[in-house]
């Protein structure tokens, strides 16, 4: 667990890991080696990454940002997502799993001592409905005391992206975004780069961690193609949200919130 107020490690694809006044959450977790017939193309994340987490927060059913072997890993700790996503996971034996409406709901660290509050927000995401899981899709804001994050989960560009400051009653400091996928072309529902930027832009946030991308590919395929949508990016949010300032990771990279 992180010393400083508020920490971000990226372990791949959309799962980060969020320190913030001293509670430890854990987005869309995928901890195996690989995600189903996607190969991970960097290393599996280490335990020591996300051990001691005090919750999980989940954007969506799909199997790369849900996957229930990596879920199983993280046992007995608040799952936090839309209310159909969670009775489905109770059903398969996640008994922590807390289905969310437009309330807020307060996680504490194991000692008590630090509080963050968990909302869901808007996203849309639903070009590629699932027969066997239901497809309600959030992104979350986390409020703290130190600092104000959003993490988009998978969505496309909405309008409503602009009121996620006064959603949170207070200035957005960072975002995390998803610019790309598992494969060269995007399905609708998510967002490149720019579309990214332009979301960084919306809120204001003052920091931006770019996540789905460069992290899973489909067996046999090349892979010329995964470092481009954080080119695209970092141009992007140059250009669109000058005052945004870019978190470049790689999985398994740390980066600290400066000034807290």
């Not at 630090?114 to 996203?123: E, H, I, P, S």
Request: with cysteine.
């Amino acid at each position: 667990m992180h010393e400083t107020p508020v920490a971000l490690a990226w372990l791949g694809h959309s799962t980060v890991v969020l320190d913030i006044d001293g509670v430890r959450l854990v987005a869309d977790p995928l901890l195996r080696p690989n995600n189903g017939p996607l190969r991970r193309k960097h290393d599996q994340p280490i335990r020591t990454a996300w051990d001691g987490a005090d919750a999980m927060l989940i954007s969506h059913l799909h199997h790369d940002h849900a996957e229930l072997s990596s879920m199983r890993m993280l046992p007995g700790i608040p799952v936090l997502t839309a209310d159909a996503n969670a009775a489905w996971m109770r059903r398969k034996g996640i008994d922590t799993a807390v289905g969310l409406a437009d309330d807020w709901y307060s996680v504490k660290d194991t000692e008590g001592r630090g509080q963050v509050d968990v909302c869901l927000t808007k996203a849309v995401h639903h070009s590629r409905p699932m027969p066997h899981r239901p497809n309600a899709a959030n992104g979350h804001l986390v409020r703290g005391q130190s600092a104000t994050v959003w993490l988009a989960g998978d969505t496309s560009l909405y309008d409503e992206i602009a009121d996620l400051p006064e959603l949170a009653g207070t200035p957005i400091d960072i975002a995390a975004v998803p610019i790309g996928g598992w494969g060269p072309r995007l399905s609708e529902g998510h967002m490149d780069g720019v579309q990214a930027a332009e979301a960084c832009r919306m809120t204001g946030a003052r920091y931006a961690l770019a996540v789905h991308w460069g992290s899973l590919h489909p067996p046999f395929m090349g892979r010329d193609w995964m470092l481009r949508p954080m080119v695209e990016f970092a141009e992007a949010l140059g250009r669109i949200a000058p005052e945004c300032k870019l978190i470049d990771l790689r999985p398994g990279d740390q980066w600290e919130l400066p000034g807290v």
